[in-house]
């Protein structure tokens, strides 16, 4: 084998050219033996310019080595362990339990700090003695008092003993033609024992006689044809009998005067003989 001149490689058999250098390579004479022996023809190169090597080819210097070499080791990364599952659930409960701790000491802390924050600040100065202030609240109490008053009953008027006599028509009408008890008759302006009949005291006297006997009636004497004198307020017991002397027999029981209640028989027609019998 045969070296490069130039840079000194060593060279194929057939090389023309150096590889490393480029410089061509001249070519030995082969043995006419050796020339008849291929029976076909050699590939024809073609032959490329000497380049000019770019740098000054340096022949290599051994290296010295004061020890003996250390071959490095490659880097191997440590091998990536995943936690193990009976780890990861406390962890990821321990965590949960934090956050709720966390949100409940915000909840319970966030009014007061709002409140103080809330607070006024009183700022005062240095060359001053600090001054407190003292608001006072002053609940005003308000009384209410019930006024009572006190209404005077108006005195009765023709128009109640009218109202009185119209709600005991229909019972006045069930004793047409039968004899019955009358305890009183009172007319405007008649004196009886000193006492002037008014509306008032017509009233009293009906309510009076009302209380004792719950069945008496009040009518007006215009409304029938048995009484002689009009305009008169006249109370009757509701309580017939089949004759005269009968309703006066219940007169003596009650014990009234023999002025105060006598015999009376209610009629729309004829007239007042025959029908009152005086005890």
Not at 73 to 78: G, N, Q
Not at 219 to 246: P, R
């Amino acid at each position: 084998m045969t070296s490069c001149p130039t840079c000194g490689r060593e060279l194929g058999p057939h090389a023309r050219f150096c590889g490393s250098c480029g410089t061509p390579v001249a070519q030995q004479p082969q043995h006419p033996q050796q020339q008849a022996q291929p029976q076909y023809e050699q590939p024809r190169y073609e032959q490329f310019p000497p380049q000019q090597p770019q740098y000054e080819q340096q022949p290599l210097q051994p290296l010295q080595q004061s020890g003996p070499q250390t071959i490095p080791t490659p880097y191997a990364p440590p091998p990536r362990h995943s936690a193990p599952r009976n780890l990861l659930l406390p962890i990821v409960a321990g965590v949960a339990v934090l956050a709720l701790a966390t949100t409940g000491v915000i909840v319970f802390l966030l009014p007061r700090l709002t409140n103080q924050a809330d607070a006024p600040v009183t700022t005062t100065s240095s060359s001053a003695p600090a001054t407190t202030t003292t608001t006072e609240t002053t609940t005003t109490t308000t009384t209410t008092t019930e006024t009572t008053t006190t209404t005077t009953p108006t005195p009765p008027t023709v128009a109640d003993l009218q109202q009185e006599v119209a709600a005991d028509h229909d019972i006045a009408e069930t004793l047409v033609g039968q004899w019955v008890p009358q305890i009183s008759s009172k007319k405007l302006g008649l004196v009886v024992q000193g006492v002037e009949f008014g509306y008032p005291e017509i009233m009293a006297d009906f309510t009076t006689l009302k209380a004792r006997f719950p069945q008496a009636i009040m009518l007006n004497s215009n409304d029938y044809a048995n009484f002689s004198g009009k305009d008169f307020w006249v109370t009757v017991q509701a309580t017939t009998f089949g004759t005269a002397d009968e309703a006066n027999a219940w007169c003596d029981q009650q014990n009234f005067a023999a002025d105060d209640c006598y015999a009376s028989r209610l009629m729309h027609t004829g007239g007042p003989a025959g029908n009152s019998q005086t005890r």
